[in-house]
């Protein structure tokens, strides 16, 4: 008998993907002897290829609603997976709209928000719970009891070449640029920078390729901006004295991966809903990160 087939939807973005892990390996141990199908967004299918949870990864191409011929591929593709069941952890319009792609006839068992849904997580309060809750809540209502917290300890990733030195704290300057409301001006991280060189542990800036002008802006840092791989940014969190960042993906990574954090958050988004979470975080919060003094941040630090 052919093993029964699951489909699990995260299309991202990082740091829900990151936070997906722990329900991701829920599912996976639930289903232990089916065949787990992950759908995900480009940017993110290499790293959790890498990933124990999946058994296949595809790559959702997210087509517009006007793209007929994109719809129609993606349906094909979704009608044709055999999927016995389907758990939507991304429960966002698109995803839900995959279940009416899935029409007419029999669907699989769905849980997401999803009208018709067979395993329909519908109380409007879901809104109201951080994401780790509102992801157990609805795993609860599809008979998946137990969820573990997010875990990394599956990346490997060779850093010797980043040379790292033996105690070092990572900086994350960046953030989604649509979103500058959620940054720590980069002159503070700057200030900061000055102060781990001063107590002898060596500053290091990571962030995407975009942000390579803010790794240019703190010149007492090891500047990695626009040199990291998803894996390789979890794997230096494991080795971190100490990382710092506000609330974007690569903190998610860090946290996750066992390092002691410092989140900064704004206005702009609420830590009760998604801040990383971990034996050693910190997270501070202002109306505009702009009032938040270098000296509160560093007085986190505890780099012995």
Do not use: N
């Not at 793209?67 to 991304?90: K, T």
């Not at 994401?131 to 300890?153: C, F, H, K, N, Y």
């Not at 900086?171 to 409301?181: C, T, V």
């Amino acid at each position: 008998m052919a093993a029964p087939r699951i489909l699990v939807i995260k299309l991202g973005a990082l740091g829900d993907i990151v936070q997906a892990l722990g329900p991701m390996a829920a599912i996976r141990r639930h289903h232990a002897d089916a065949h787990v199908v992950l759908l995900t967004s480009a940017p993110f299918a290499e790293f959790l290829r890498g990933s124990p949870y999946a058994d296949e990864v595809w790559v959702d191409r997210r087509p517009r609603l006007l793209d007929l011929p994109g719809i129609l591929r993606l349906r094909r593709r979704l009608r044709g997976g055999g999927f016995a069941r389907v758990y939507d952890l991304q429960t966002s319009d698109r995803s839900s709209f995959y279940y009416c792609l899935l029409g007419p006839g029999a669907r699989p068992e769905w849980s997401g928000i999803a009208r018709g849904a067979s395993h329909r997580q519908g109380d409007p309060g879901r809104e109201r719970m951080h994401t780790l809750e509102r992801q157990r809540d609805q795993l609860r209502i599809a008979g998946i009891a137990e969820v573990p917290p997010p875990d990394l300890s599956w990346v490997k990733a060779d850093l010797r070449g980043f040379d790292l030195p033996e105690r070092f704290a990572v900086l994350i300057p960046g953030g989604a640029a649509h979103r500058p409301e959620k940054r720590w001006p980069v002159e503070r991280y700057a200030a900061l920078a000055a102060w781990l060189r001063a107590r002898g542990v060596t500053p290091v800036t990571i962030g995407g390729e975009a942000e390579r002008p803010l790794g240019a802006a703190i010149p007492a840092s090891r500047d990695l901006t626009g040199r990291t791989s998803f894996v390789e940014v979890a794997a230096i969190g494991r080795r971190a004295l100490w990382a710092i960042g506000s609330d974007t993906g690569p903190m998610h990574l860090m946290v996750a991966a066992g390092a002691p954090a410092t989140v900064l958050f704004s206005a702009a988004s609420d830590p009760a809903l998604t801040a990383p979470r971990g034996g050693r975080v910190t997270i501070l919060r202002r109306e505009r990160l702009a009032d938040l003094p270098v000296e509160e941040v560093a007085a986190t630090v505890a780099i012995g």
